[in-house]
């Protein structure tokens, strides 16, 4: 006889049931089957949507806060103003504008202010690349802290 079921009980639930992640994106490329954005993409799967006239409906430009899970997609929801308090304090993945830099500290448009610590890791430019208008894609890890900074297109000048 195994004990792999009361093993299983004593689990704690966090561990079976992974949280959503909420992405504060703007969609480059729907094919149908998947939601591309800047160096990621998210299965469409059966994802409830709001604001939205059905999976056709979602086109290139539009910003989008989406919660997934496990790479799918779960509920997108069309973003028509910044996103509020709340969401910006939970994102896992989100794009912005660069308004300052002071040292270690990032001010963006819709997110506020952030810290980059020596663990955050550059894709596709550095800090010298860190230009008043920059779009940035920026993901964060389940304390907060901000492990990755993507410079999109780090040539060209920023709006």
Do not use: K, Y
């Amino acid at each position: 006889m195994t004990n792999t079921p009361l093993i299983l009980c004593m689990l704690p639930l966090g561990a079976l049931a992974m949280e959503p992640e909420l992405w504060l994106v703007e969609l480059e490329h729907n094919d149908g089957i998947r939601l591309q954005f800047q160096g990621a993409e998210l299965e469409l799967g059966s994802a409830d949507l709001v604001g939205i006239d059905g999976p056709d409906a979602l086109r290139p430009g539009m910003r989008l806060a989406i919660e997934s899970r496990h790479g799918v997609a779960e509920l997108i929801h069309l973003l028509s103003r910044p996103p509020s308090a709340a969401q910006s304090g939970q994102w896992s993945r989100a794009e912005d504008r660069l308004l300052a830099v002071v040292g270690q500290t990032l001010l963006l448009q819709e997110l506020g202010v952030l810290v980059l610590d020596t663990q955050t890791r550059w894709l596709n430019g550095s800090p010298a690349d860190l230009q008043v208008g920059r779009r940035l894609v920026l993901t964060r890890d389940e304390e907060g802290r901000l492990t990755e900074v993507l410079i999109p297109n780090p040539e060209e000048d920023p709006e």
